[in-house]
């Protein structure tokens, strides 16, 4: 299939160049370079969940505040 797509200047100087190195034409090297980042994606989507640990509680100490990591370590300190 044609189709016209539009690419960075250097993007497309670095693929011609892969092109010319490897014996095979741009189009073999964009084809493989899609799938490549297409499959990723894919592995990537396929990852399970994380769960994370919760436990039960009153909240937050008087007095923290979680947007203050160094009156946190000075907490955690004492």
Known sequence: MRTTVRLDQH???QAKKRAAETGRTLTSVLEEALRESLQR??????????????????GVRPGVDLDDSASLLDTMES
Not at 51 to 57: D, H, Q, S, Y
């Open 41 to 58: 994606r894919t592995r990537a989507s396929r990852r399970a969940p994380v769960k994370l640990r919760t436990v039960k509680g009153s």
């Open 11 to 13: 993007l497309l100087a």
